[in-house]
């Protein structure tokens, strides 16, 4: 049971780290200090569902639903897309800055909204959460509860820890030109992931 909990963790914890639009945006509005606690709890609660219907067998069910990946492919892409260009059209501005005004303040409904949208309409989340994960589970057998709880564990250590985290790069993010970096940054991940569905 432990070797199946270990295993969940550091599989889930190495799907996950890399750098992606969800990751991208849990940092930024991390930086900003803005609905840290609301994003992260929808990004770690989405990523245990997603973890919790692929241990239960939801992977054989979606390879069987053909028409489904399409439509997530091109949903998530024209998304992705969509949200590079306002990181772009952000970073033209400029002016952002960790002070007071922090720059561009998002409501956190539309904080929340964002993050869904990040996490559902990413067919990659799909592929790594309930079908890579779930059929790994298949391995562990009778412990393959543990397996998925190690991976809904490292979802929310991950989260939080980028979420909260964040703060201990303020200082590089005083000047706003580190903004107009990240900002650049996250808009070419949103448009490599974009461009990587519609391959």
Known sequence: MILALTAGFFLGLSLIVAIGAQNAFVLKLGLQKQHVLAVVLVCALSDAMLITLGVAGFGTIMERMDWLVPAMRYGGAAFLTFYAFRSLLSAYRGGNA????????????EAILTALALTWLNPHVYLDTVILLGSISLRYSEHSFAFGLGAVTASFTFFFSLGFGARLLAPLFARPIAWRILDVGIALVMLTIAASLLR
């Not at 960790?98 to 409904?109: D, P, T």
């Open 98 to 109: 960790l002070n007071a005004a922090f720059g561009s303040v998002i409501s956190q409904r």
